[in-house]
């Protein structure tokens, strides 16, 4: 089994900061890529961010130059940092990990459970 873990969500004023985190545990052989996605209501899950084990990222063009996504490779976790946040970062934000359980297998993609993001202005 793997479990995606986040935590760090919460409210916060607009032009605040938030750090997210997420901890993937269980049976891991490697992880390609690690990444937040988030979701308004009525909205579709779209992507905030990824980063491969390499360290190359990906970012929305929204969120471009206020979010920073790191990972550490060695705890399995990644982050994501939020600064200048305004309301319409209000989402439900959730972890994806696309990754490898054993060796020469296939790679599957977990989620986390989400945790929320409001930003009052």
């Known amino acids: 089994q793997v479990q995606l873990v986040e935590s760090g969500g919460g409210l916060v004023q607009a032009g605040g900061s938030l750090r997210l985190s997420c901890a993937a545990s269980g049976s891991i052989f490697s992880i390609n890529t690690m990444g937040w996605y988030r979701q308004a209501p009525g909205k579709q899950r779209d992507l905030v961010a990824t980063i491969t084990s390499g360290g190359s990222t990906n970012y929305a063009d929204s969120v471009k130059g206020r979010f920073a996504i790191s990972g550490d490779n060695a705890k399995n976790t990644v982050y994501l940092q939020m600064n200048s946040l305004t309301p319409e970062d209000t989402a439900v934000y959730y972890c994806?990990?696309?990754?490898?359980?054993?060796?020469?297998?296939?790679?599957?993609?977990?989620w986390g459970q989400g945790t929320q993001v409001t930003v009052s202005s």
């Open positions: 994806k990990a696309i990754l490898r359980r054993v060796a020469d297998s296939p790679t599957y993609q977990y």
